[in-house]
Each structure stands twice: as structure tokens, then as C-alpha cells.
């Protein structure tokens, strides 16, 4: 059997491989726009699931390290000029740092505070981006375009290599998740999930343990923005409102909680929608909401989550008119 | 073993018929956009705009007006020959997805020109949309002065067809000078949302008002949040003050429900009310009595200009759309005649050699100031509009009288502005 490690990297160079091969089926600006949207907001919306789905902390304010990154990489590019990848990691670095801050004060916090409290420091943050207009452009955003100099002969400025970069990005970003929520560490997120107080006792430092989830979280939030901003080639106070840490809940509720790719599955079905939507009705939001009402009162989970309890459901039914009538295993979060 | 659908012939088979016609739909659906382009020589003109939420109307207002000039502009021949077809997007007035809706419609629909009808932040980024891809742009809602001002944003292919905050303020400031002169009003406050325009506009006012009326202090600033739907603590705090005249540019809703707020405390019969954003129908209509003697600059009214062409204009947008134009929109109505007559001059519709022919470029229009508005070639925004101001009574025409200030020394006032700022 194969280990689960080489597994997924195997599947994840298999899904860039496919990524990169798709301009070269379909010659269209508007799907290669599409899958840089997915892996800015993919990224964004499984880093959040980290906390949500992993680790039983609903974050409202999430969205604060999206617009940190995309603002950290923005002002790091137009006022240093520094590589690309450097720029990257500084960008990480720094939100980072805000989300030890952030969270140091949060993570001991339950349920309903904790969502409270993260949602304030991202209004703080937002606040702080609109009225610090000589460093954030204020209001109007970060203006006059970031600064994508070439590096390793890989020129951020041409669309379809942006493309490639990106689809990169949301790949190795996605492995990297999928390690951490499968470690023992991932494990013992769920446990405390599950039972905090348990986890105690068994000797697991909780505090410690969901700050370095909520600090990896925040720094794949801010990854996900560091592509948006290339994409937008500019950063919004937008990025670090409440709304986009809204869509990123709604995200992870359309596309699952449980399965590791839901909120992946929740993204393409977002911004499909949503540029679907767009185009052909007039009230959208109209559109939207009752796409919302269908999920979470017909389906009542993630669509991923669906597919998979109903394969899981299939397979015990089969296995159970099949001579052994075994009883069907609990199913548990991979 | 027999298929599970083999038992049920029937329901499989329209099962399958209905699957192959809801196909057929999908794909015709699909590509249909490239069987239209194949079959005519239109030429696609892309408007992202705010067509959801608080600034809909305006948004609505811009597609109407544009809508109402390319039926003009199609009937005489369309640009050089070819009609244009508008596709319109709304953008929900976030940037992000103005950008995306701004690429895909050259990217994906094939627009070779974008009216960017998008408020500032839409704008700018739109704007870079516009530099990534070289596409002809023109912005015709932004009123930030930096958008065409700062040389560091400046794009050959990026023009704005809009009025401008600094030709605003500058007017403003002359206009109420004159009269903070003669009525000796000194004492001055402040109303303005707290954002960038709220912020840059005030100040603006202030600085023109107070070197034409040296004697003028500011005693209270006041700084709603913006979409803020309750006043009264602002209002209480412009009471206690008790200035003699008071600026606001609020604008829109928060325009309006700060004057019906404000009206129970009859505090426009304490003081002098200054709101540049005033004149336009879609505050003027909405006001539920609306105070005698609020001074405005114009946004739009179809009493300024007074002439029979802008009056006609007003009433024919009224006669198809059942209301009156905004300031929105005539900008996106004379956005459509700029194209037109500069494929006219190069006749041509290839956004380059529109974007040559643009510059300087000067077209009649009902709404200009003398008649004709310019396309200023150094910095590709348009000057020589209406503008002035006047004092509102409670019915229509709402503004009877507008007093303008002259385009030269607006020139010369936005030049001495440009070189404090560093953008000459």
C-alpha cells in the first residue's frame, strides 16, 4: 500500500499537471482568470477550514489575513522592489506575526466569543487600513499597479505564467495543509475539537495547539491574498472586510467542513456561480441566497460532504446485503 | 444480468432525450456569444458598473444614459461603420470583481473598448485592468482627482469622461467665499462622510474657501461614517456649535436623511447649508420638504446649462426611462458621443486610434459649459462641463438660477493646485 504522504503529493502534482495542461486544451483568458480567482480564494477558504472544520473554531475574521497578505505583498513590492518569492515569504512572515498576536488573545477564547472577537480585531485592521492613507492608499486601495519583476526567468506580468504561478501555489499550498491536518498534530486539532477537556488531561498543551493552527491558518489566508493582489495587481480595503470573511464561511459551508477538499469544491462552485449568475440575472442576490437556502436546509451539509456520506452510505448498504452484516463504521474526518 | 434501466424503458429514454436537449441548450447558451460575433461587425464596448446594492440607482442611471446615446449613435452609422453593441456587468461596487468583470469582458466577450461606470475604488481598479491588457479605457463615474492628475497613475490608453473633485471644490470654494464675504459669515462647519472623498473634498472647499475669505474659521468638523443611517449626533454637536454656515458633501441616501434629520431640528433656519452634491433629481426628489435656499453646486439639473438642447436632453432621458437623469449620467451619455466623434476624426474604431484621436478633442454637447466640452490632451480628462452653483426652492425646476465661475480661472486655480501637490 502506498503511504499517504507520497499519496497526495503524487495526487497533487497530478492536479498541476492537468492545471498546466488545460490552456493547452482551451484557449481562454477567462478560465485561466478563473483558476487564479480559485486558488487565491481556495487557498483563503481551506485555510479557514483548518480552524473551522478541524479545529471547531468559527472564525469570522479570517479575512483580516487575506487582506494582510495581499497588502503586505502590495506595499512590500511598490516600496522595495524586492524578488518576487522574497516578498512572498515576507508577506507570510508578517502575518504570521499579526496572527500569533491575534490569536494569542483569541484562541483561549470559546464558540461565540471567539468568533466575536476574531471578527473585531478584523475590523480594527480594516479600520486601521482606511485611515492610514500615506501607507494603504486609504479607502481608494493600493494604487498604480504592484510591481511584478521578473524572476528565474518567470514574468508574473504575462497572464498565463501568473496562471502557472498561481495553480503552483494553490498545489504546494494544499499539500502543505493536507500534511498538517493528517500529522499527529492534525489529529490532536480534531481531538481537541472533539473533547478539549480530555485533551487536557492526556497532557496536550490546548492553548498551544490551536494557536499554531490558527498562526498556519493565517498564513495560508495571506497566501491566498498574495495571489489575489497579483491577479487584481492592486489591494482593497475590501479584502480585509467582514464580507470576505463571510464568503469564506459560506464557502466552506457549500463545499464541506468535513472532506479536506470541501472547501475547494465550495470555491469553484462560489465563483461559478457567482460569474454565472452575474451574467445572466439581474438580481443575483436573489439567485444566491436561495442556492444558500437549498444547501443548508436541503442538504444540510457541504456538497462535498454529501457525495461522500452518500458513497460511504452506498458502500455500507452494499456491504451489508453481502453476507456480513457489519455494522457501519463511524465516519471520521480525514 | 439485465441493466437496472432496462425494466423501465420508457422513463429512461426521456431521461436521455430530455439530457440530449438540455444539452443542446447548454452548448447553444454557451456559444452563443461567439455566433454573434461571427455574424456582425459590431463592436463590443464593455461597461462594468454598480447595478446592486446602495448606489444601484446611479449605476442603473449610467447604463440608461449610455443606452440612450448608442441608439443615437447606431441610427447615424455606429463607430465607423460598425454598431455598438454595450455589454453590461454588474461589479456589486467591489474591486476585485470590477477587475475580474473588466478582464473578462475583454477577455472572454471580446469588448475592444471599456467604459469603466465604476465609483473610485472600481475605478482604479479597473484602471490597472487597463494597463495589463492596453485596452481603450474610459472611467466616467470617478470623481478623484488623482485618478487623471497624479502623472505616476498616467496611461496613454486611460481617459476619464467625469467631472473632477478639484473643479469642484474650486468653484465652490469661489461661490461661497463671495458669500461668506458679504454676509460676513466667519464662523464655519464641517459634515462629511469619513472617507477619502469626504476627506479630500472638504478640505478642498476649505482651502479655496478660506483664501477667498481669509476671515472664515472652522469651528466644528463633523464626520458621519458613510451609509450611517442616524444623524443626530452630528446634528446635536452642529447645534451646540452654532456656526454660521455649514459644508457637507454628503451625497445620495446619507444626503437625504441627514436633511430630513436635520429639518426636525430646523437647523437649516440657524444657518447657511452648503452641499455640493445637492442638485441632482435623485436627491432633489427624494428629500421629503426640501429647505428653500440650500446652496448646490450642480450634479445634474436640466435647468443648467439653460438652454433648450440640455433641457431636451433631461426630458427625453425622462420620456424612455420615466425619471430624470443623474450626474452619473450624462457622464456616461457624453462618453458615447466623445466615441463617436473620434471615430468620426480617425475614422476608425480601433481603440488606438481612437485613444490618438481623443486627445484634445472638443465635441458640441448639451451639457458643456459653452456648449462644447474638451478632452484635455495632457492629461486625458475632460474640462469645459457645466459647472457652477445656485440655491435649491421646494419644486421644480429645484434650482432655478446657477451662478458658474469661468473655466480659465478654474484652470488656473487647478494649476496652482497641481504644482502645491507635485503632479506639475
Not at chain 1, 154 to 159: E, G, K, S, Y
Not at chain 1, 202 to 228: C, E, H, N, W
Not at chain 2, 25 to 30: C, I, W
Request: glycine share 10%; aromatic share 10%; proline share 5%.
Amino acid at each position: 500500500m502506498m503511504r499517504p504522504a507520497f499519496r497526495d503529493a503524487l495526487l497533487g502534482l497530478t492536479g498541476f499537471l492537468v492545471l498546466a495542461a488545460l490552456p493547452l486544451v482551451f484557449v481562454s483568458s477567462a478560465l485561466i482568470d478563473f483558476v487564479i480567482r480559485c486558488a487565491a480564494l481556495g487557498l483563503f477558504a481551506t485555510s479557514l477550514n483548518l480552524l473551522v472544520g478541524y479545529g471547531g473554531m468559527v472564525s469570522f475574521g479570517h479575512g483580516l489575513f487575506f487582506g494582510m497578505g495581499a497588502y503586505s505583498f502590495g506595499i512590500i513590492m511598490q516600496r522595495t522592489g524586492m524578488p518576487i518569492p522574497l516578498a512572498i515569504l515576507l508577506s507570510l512572515g508578517v502575518a504570521a506575526l499579526v496572527a500569533l498576536v491575534v490569536g494569542a488573545i483569541c484562541v483561549r477564547l470559546k464558540e461565540i466569543y471567539f468568533a466575536f472577537v476574531t471578527l473585531a480585531f478584523q475590523m480594527l485592521v480594516h479600520s486601521m487600513i482606511i485611515a492610514w492613507v500615506p501607507v494603504t492608499g486609504g479607502d481608494q486601495g493600493l494604487r498604480g499597479g504592484i510591481p511584478r519583476p521578473p524572476f528565474l526567468g518567470i514574468n508574473l506580468a504575462d497572464q498565463k505564467q501568473l496562471y502557472l504561478f498561481a495553480a503552483a501555489l494553490l498545489i504546494i499550498g494544499l499539500l502543505a495543509m493536507r500534511h498538517i491536518v493528517s500529522s499527529p498534530f492534525g489529529y490532536t486539532l480534531r481531538m481537541i475539537r472533539d473533547n478539549p477537556v480530555r485533551a487536557g488531561f492526556l497532557g496536550i498543551d490546548v492553548y498551544r495547539t490551536r494557536l499554531t493552527a490558527f498562526v498556519l491558518a493565517g498564513m495560508f489566508a495571506s497566501l491566498g491574498g498574495v495571489i489575489m493582489s497579483l491577479f487584481v495587481s492592486g489591494a482593497y480595503p475590501e479584502f480585509a472586510f467582514w464580507t470576505m470573511s463571510g464568503e469564506a464561511v459560506f464557502i466552506v459551508m457549500l463545499g464541506g467542513t468535513v472532506a479536506f477538499l470541501g472547501p475547494m469544491v465550495g470555491t469553484v462552485l462560489l465563483l461559478l456561480l457567482n460569474d454565472f449568475v452575474t451574467r445572466v440575472a439581474e438580481h443575483h442576490g436573489l439567485v444566491l441566497g436561495i442556492v444558500i437556502l437549498i444547501f443548508a436546509l436541503g442538504l444540510r451539509k457541504g456538497l462535498l460532504d454529501f457525495v461522500m456520506d452518500w458513497i460511504e452510505a452506498r458502500r455500507t448498504r452494499r456491504g451489508a446485503a453481502s453476507l456480513v452484516p457489519a455494522p457501519s463504521p463511524e465516519r471520521i474526518a480525514t | 444480468m439485465s441493466k437496472p434501466s432496462s425494466s423501465k424503458p420508457s422513463s429512461s429514454s426521456i431521461n436521455r432525450r430530455g439530457f440530449l436537449a438540455a444539452g443542446a441548450v447548454a452548448a447553444g447558451t454557451v456559444s452563443m456569444p461567439w455566433v454573434a460575433g461571427a455574424q456582425a461587425k459590431t463592436i463590443k464596448v464593455g461597461m462594468p458598473t454598480i447595478l446592486s446594492g446602495r448606489v444601484a440607482q446611479l449605476g442603473t442611471s449610467s447604463r440608461n444614459a449610455a443606452q440612450m446615446e448608442v441608439e443615437k449613435v447606431n441610427a447615424a452609422g455606429g463607430l465607423a461603420g460598425r454598431p455598438i453593441e454595450l455589454v453590461i456587468r454588474d461589479s456589486k461596487g467591489q474591486p476585485q470583481e470590477a477587475a475580474r468583470v473588466a478582464r473578462e469582458l475583454v477577455n472572454s466577450d471580446g469588448c475592444e473598448i471599456l467604459i469603466d461606470a465604476e465609483a473610485s475604488t472600481g475605478a482604479f481598479a479597473v484602471h490597472e485592468v487597463a494597463r495589463d491588457l492596453g485596452v481603450l479605457c474610459i472611467h466616467t463615474n470617478s470623481e478623484t482627482s488623482s485618478l487623471t492628475a497624479d502623472p505616476k497613475l498616467r496611461l496613454p490608453n486611460a481617459f476619464r469622461c467625469a467631472r473632477q473633485g478639484i473643479h469642484d471644490s474650486a468653484v465652490g470654494g469661489t461661490y461661497a467665499a463671495e458669500i461668506a464675504n458679504a454676509r460676513n459669515l466667519t464662523r464655519w462647519a464641517t459634515c462629511s462622510p469619513d472617507y477619502a472623498y469626504g476627506r479630500d473634498t472638504t478640505a478642498e472647499f476649505v482651502m479655496y474657501l478660506k483664501r477667498f475669505a481669509p476671515k472664515v474659521e472652522v469651528i466644528s468638523e463633523g464626520w458621519p461614517k458613510i451609509f450611517q443611517p442616524d444623524y443626530t449626533e452630528t446634528i446635536t454637536k452642529l447645534l451646540q456649535a452654532k456656526p454660521q454656515a455649514l459644508y457637507s458633501c454628503l451625497w445620495g441616501g446619507d444626503l437625504t436623511s441627514f436633511i430630513d434629520q436635520a429639518s426636525i431640528y430646523a437647523l437649516f433656519s440657524q444657518m447657511q447649508f452648503y452641499a455640493v452634491n445637492m442638485a441632482d433629481y435623485t436627491a432633489l426628489t427624494v428629500v421629503k420638504n426640501l429647505p428653500a435656499g440650500i446652496h448646490s453646486g450642480n450634479r445634474y439639473v436640466k435647468t443648467f446649462p439653460a438652454t433648450p438642447q440640455n433641457a431636451a436632453w433631461g426630458d427625453a432621458y425622462r420620456a424612455k426611462y420615466g425619471e430624470y437623469p443623474t450626474n452619473w449620467a450624462w457622464q456616461n451619455g457624453v462618453v458615447i458621443n466623445f466615441l463617436a466623434a473620434a471615430a468620426k476624426k480617425a475614422d476608425s474604431a480601433d481603440g488606438k486610434k481612437l485613444a490618438d484621436a481623443l486627445r484634445g478633442l472638443k465635441i458640441d454637447s448639451p451639457l458643456g459649459a459653452d456648449g462644447t466640452i474638451t478632452m484635455r490632451a495632457e492629461d486625458q480628462t475632460i474640462v469645459g462641463y457645466a459647472i457652477g452653483w445656485g440655491t435649491t426652492i421646494a419644486k421644480e425646476p429645484y434650482v432655478p438660477e446657477m451662478k458658474s465661475t469661468p473655466w480659465q480661472r478654474i484652470f488656473e486655480l487647478e494649476a496652482e493646485w497641481k504644482k502645491e501637490k507635485g503632479f506639475a
